[in-house]
T-cell receptor
Framework: SQQGEEDPQALSIQEGENATMNCSYK?????LQWYRQNSGRGLVHLIL?????REKHSGRLRVTLDTSKKSSSLLITASRAADTASYFC?????????????FGTGTRLQVTL | EAQVTQNPRYLITVTGKKLTVTCSQN?????MSWYRQDPGLGLRQIYY???????DKGDVPEGYKVSRKEKRNFPLILESPSPNQTSLYFC????????????FGSGTRLTVV
């Protein structure tokens, strides 16, 4: 089952512009993570935000989390052509001894020169 | 280098011929998981393991088996592959501290004809 829904599904911007991707989810979470995937390759972990955090930064990345709206956003500032990839949000719910990571369907970002 | 290694990267097989996709991690992670990625469906969890000899079903376990006899290895077994198992498969691992991101392998592209 899909927990996260990313919006937009695809985004095309020019180098230097900012890119914003949104993620909505349905259930309670312990943390939310963002991953990047270059075409056909493995996913790379970008940033994790805990349910009691509202904002987090890592380099050119800024993540916000609004648990009341069950939504998160990923902002990439001053984008570069090398940022072209698919970006996925993933929610983590810890129950007892289990920990479930559930992915959304992703946003395809194209950064042109 | 800390990594998750999957083999093979590409595999074409025929319906009904048993196959195993191997996954190994060198980070002493307790948690390991298998995902399949299909267009429009994102990543869906097949099986996961919280530690040695502890495995559990994910969202789409039908037609798959796993084992966790050693901490570093988590093979995915398809006893009788069918064409609907044609997909891109990813293995992932993480520590059990529940505050870390997941490390993904490079993927195995499986085609069942």
């Amino acid at each position: 089952s899909q927990q996260g829904e990313e919006d937009p599904q695809a985004l095309s911007i020019q180098e230097g512009e900012n890119a914003t991707m949104n993620c909505s989810y349905k259930t309670s979470i312990n943390n939310l993570q963002w991953y990047r995937q270059n075409s056909g390759r493995g996913l790379v972990h970008l940033i994790l935000i805990r349910s009691n955090e509202r904002e987090k930064h890592s380099g050119r990345l800024r993540v916000t989390l609004d648990t009341s709206k069950k939504s998160s956003s990923l902002l990439i500032t001053a984008s570069r052509a090398a940022d072209t990839a698919s970006y996925f949000c993933a929610t983590v719910l810890n129950t007892g001894t289990a920990s479930k990571l559930t992915f959304g369907t992703g946003t395809r970002l194209q950064v042109t020169l | 280098e800390a990594q998750v290694t999957q083999n093979p990267r590409y595999l074409i097989t025929v319906t009904g011929k048993k196959l195993t996709v191997t996954c190994s991690q060198n980070m002493n992670h307790e948690y390991m998981s298998w995902y399949r990625q299909d267009p429009g469906l994102g990543l869906r969890q097949i099986y996961y393991s919280m530690n040695v000899e502890v495995t559990d079903k994910g969202d789409v376990p039908e037609g798959y088996k796993v084992s966790r006899k050693e901490k570093r290895n988590f093979p995915l077994i398809l006893e009788s592959p069918s064409p609907n198992q044609t997909s891109l498969y990813f293995c992932a691992s993480s520590p059990l501290d529940r505050g870390s991101g997941y490390t993904f392998g490079s993927g195995t592209r499986l085609t069942v004809v």
